[in-house]
């Protein structure tokens, strides 16, 4: 007999769990996409955007998912010969690395593996091997989603600022924005890319490209911007259809009102940062009590380097054996025991090697979350690591409520 009768919770890192109140604006007949009240919801949802961005620049909506919102960027910034510097702190970086290659661009990579941020120290080093005006753009990626690193942005910039250097600096927030502190006109980051899925509350299906005018007179100089990916049109329309590059996604323009509204409305962008620290601290807390005494720990070590949307764990050994019961694959029967018996879906081991994928597991902790729901995510993964005679540290829970009953004490 199961458990797992009831609501399931879906503690992946995106797409994160819709609010209600999200899914309820989407129950609607199709409306007028010329004129009326979603040009209105639609021209409303700008300055709230800006406000999570925390920028006076320009924002670009696509219908597409955050690796839309890579090509995007990468076609208004780069003609093919261009030279980049892309900062890799996991998987994600590599990918929109990939992307920029095939779309002609030369590639230098700064990778940290996947176990740590990228230090900005070796973005200096990188820079001086390439002294001039050779480096166009710098690509960073403030979180990490499958190794859960965060990487030190303003410290980019202000390598970039003392070196003297024009770069143009590019950030994908797909996993971070609204989760993390991102100050994107204060850290001077030229390009913002982001998606709805995850800390927007909203299905997938939109991303964003944030740009200051720095960025637009770079885009001047580009051959050959895809009209779709163009973002002149979607910031400077002669007709609304121009805003999406075609028929508007109409019910995720719903959605995401509704999501902004929660966000930047009613909680506040600084207190959903401040909420999103408390609760993986929690996490964090739980996963050092677990640690002791055995094979957990978190991937990340270094606490300043940790994303506050996304935890990935490590469990025992580094066995490839199909054996499920081997220790090498610890990660999988958690997972596995949570979905079937507590009705709590995990993240998978995502971009580690073949050998460590079933070692690892990732809880997302990202948008529409409060304690019980984090705190049942715990109590799940405690009774599995009891039910399947994993070794663990105790009191796990007790250190995860003690985070959380201290929330106020820490701002």
């Given amino acids: 007999m199961t458990l797992s009768q009831g609501r399931k919770t879906v503690a992946i890192p995106g797409p994160s769990i819709i609010p209600d109140r999200v899914l309820a604006a989407m129950q609607r007949p199709s409306p007028n996409i010329y004129a009326g009240e979603l040009v209105d919801i639609a021209e409303s949802l700008y300055p709230d955007l800006k406000a999570v961005a925390r920028t006076r620049g320009h924002a670009a909506i696509y219908i597409s998912n955050g690796h839309g919102a890579w090509e995007a960027a990468v076609a208004n910034l780069l003609s093919p010969g261009d030279r980049v510097i892309v900062i890799n702190a996991g998987f994600f970086g590599t990918r929109w690395g990939e992307v920029m290659t095939a779309m002609g661009a030369e590639v230098e990579r700064i990778d940290s593996g996947m176990e740590g941020s990228v230090d900005p120290e070796r973005l200096r080093a990188s820079l001086r091997r390439n002294r001039g005006p050779h480096i166009k753009a710098v690509f960073a ?24 250097h024009d770069a143009l600096l590019a ?100 207190h959903a940062w401040e909420r999103h620290e408390c609760l993986a ?24 380097s940790r994303s506050h949307a996304v935890t990935a764990i490590k469990t025992g050994g580094t066995a490839a ?83 959380i009953a201290n929330h106020d004490h820490a701002h």
């Fill in 141 to 164: 990626t403030q979180t990490d989603t499958a190794s859960s690193a965060r990487n030190d942005i303003a410290g980019y910039r202000r390598v970039l600022d003392e070196e003297g």
């Fill in 171 to 270: 950030v994908d927030c797909i996993a971070s924005l609204g989760c993390e502190p991102h100050e994107m006109d204060g850290w001077n980051v030229d390009v913002m890319v982001a998606a709805s899925q995850k800390g927007l509350m909203t299905p997938a299906g939109l991303s964003f490209v944030f740009f200051n005018d720095r960025a637009r007179t770079a885009r001047n100089q580009v051959q050959n911007v895809p009209r779709y990916w163009d973002w002149i049109p979607r910031t400077e329309p002669e007709h609304f259809y121009e805003l999406f590059g075609g028929t508007a996604p109409t019910h995720h323009l719903f959605a995401l009102r509704e999501a902004l509204d929660m966000l930047v409305h009613e909680e506040g962008i600084i």
């Fill in 281 to 304: 601290k929690s996490i964090w807390a739980a996963v050092d009590h677990w640690s002791e005494g055995s094979d957990i720990g978190l991937n990340i070590t270094r606490e300043s």
């Fill in 321 to 403: 054996s199909e054996d499920t019961s081997s220790s090498g694959r610890d990660a999988d029967r958690i997972r596995d025991w949570c979905e079937r018996e507590m009705g709590v879906t995990l993240g998978i081991g995502l971009g580690f090697s073949p050998d460590r994928t079933g070692s690892i597991f990732r809880i997302g902790h990202m948008g529409h979350l409060n304690p019980p729901m984090v705190l049942g995510t715990l109590g799940s993964v405690d009774a599995a690591l009891k039910a399947l005679g994993i070794p663990h540290g105790k009191g796990a829970l007790e250190a995860a409520a003690e985070i």
